[in-house]
């Protein structure tokens, strides 16, 4: 027998997460039910995901936890410019610099 957790993706009041149902399933095909769980998580339209696949039928018990999938954000470049030269220690990169620690006071 297996048990899927369907979660809301808001939060309430509290800051947790709400169960909105718990599906008993007479299964054994827990690998397809795991598969199918991915797949409807990455529904961004949907309001509920799927948060965890449990196999009761084993001992101990089998489960997997899942994560609702998120919009991807891009970022945008951007370039550092400082006043004066000699005093950037950062350069144009702050990311790719290995030196990020000043050494001159200002």
Same mark, same amino acid.
């Given at each position: 027998? *297996? &048990?899927?957790?369907?979660?809301?993706?808001?939060?309430?009041?509290?800051?947790?997460?709400? #169960?909105?149902?718990? !599906?008993?399933?007479?299964? &054994? /095909?827990?690998?397809?039910?795991?598969?199918?769980?991915?797949?409807?998580?990455?529904?961004?339209?949907?309001?509920?995901? #799927?948060?965890?696949?449990? /196999?009761?039928?084993?001992?101990?018990?089998?489960?997997?936890?899942?994560? !609702?999938?998120?919009?991807? &954000?891009?970022?945008?470049?951007?370039? #550092?410019?400082?006043?004066? *030269? &000699?005093?950037?220690? #950062?350069?144009?990169?702050?990311? /790719?610099?290995?030196?990020?620690?000043?050494? *001159?006071?200002?």
């Amino acid at each position: 027998m *297996l &048990k899927i957790t369907y979660v809301y993706k808001t939060l309430n009041e509290q800051g947790e997460r709400e #169960i909105e149902s718990v !599906q008993k399933i007479r299964s &054994k /095909d827990y690998f397809k039910y795991v598969a199918k769980a991915r797949e409807y998580n990455s529904d961004l339209d949907n309001e509920l995901y #799927i948060s965890q696949v449990q /196999d009761c039928s084993q001992t101990p018990t089998h489960t997997t936890c899942l994560t !609702q999938v998120r919009a991807e &954000k891009t970022t945008n470049d951007f370039n #550092i410019r400082a006043r004066d *030269l &000699k005093y950037s220690n #950062i350069g144009n990169s702050p990311w /790719d610099n290995v030196y990020l620690i000043p050494t *001159l006071e200002f």
